[in-house]
């Protein structure tokens, strides 16, 4: 089989991409995206080097997309508004992508996860607790927390873990929304305590 006219590494990527949420990310690999495109595995060679590559690509391209869509959602929010408006944004990625939602957390080596838009995503956590008034260490005690809560929820809720009982599960999200905030709000900050920290 010849290789499909236009067949690139991008459009590759964004085929997988689509692939991991019919499939589930783990399951993505050269030779299932070939049969995809109707072509040999090793065809796909001249633009992927292995499925781990392919793998490293998705998640690549997962990162960017929460975070334009993260940036996008708190633009002009503070406080409370901030963090709903990120929260959601996060939630409804999850909902709609499991699969790139799932790459998004794909293991990467040092330097591939440095010039991602992984930065990007927890500079954007901490610019919608910059209206919380937190200093390190507890600013970077509630990225982690933020980071916790939505992934815990959005996986339980996308695995079908609130699916049974009740209350609904959006009115769960809300109260811990609220939560959230008001946890923020009474997080004290101990001094001497403001010297940089990493998530």
Known sequence: MAVRPGLTAERLVRAGAELADE??????????LARRFDVKTASLYSHLKNSHDLKTRIALLALAELADRASEAVAGRAGRDALTAFAAAYRTYAVEHPGRYAAARFPLDPQTAAASAGPRNARLTRAVLRGYGLTEPAETHAVRLLGSVFHGFVSLETAGGFSHSAPPAEETWDWILDALDALLHSTPTPAGTTEAATP
């Not at 499939?23 to 299932?32: A, G, I, L, N, W």
């Open 23 to 32: 499939v589930r990310f783990e399951h993505v690999t050269v030779s299932e």
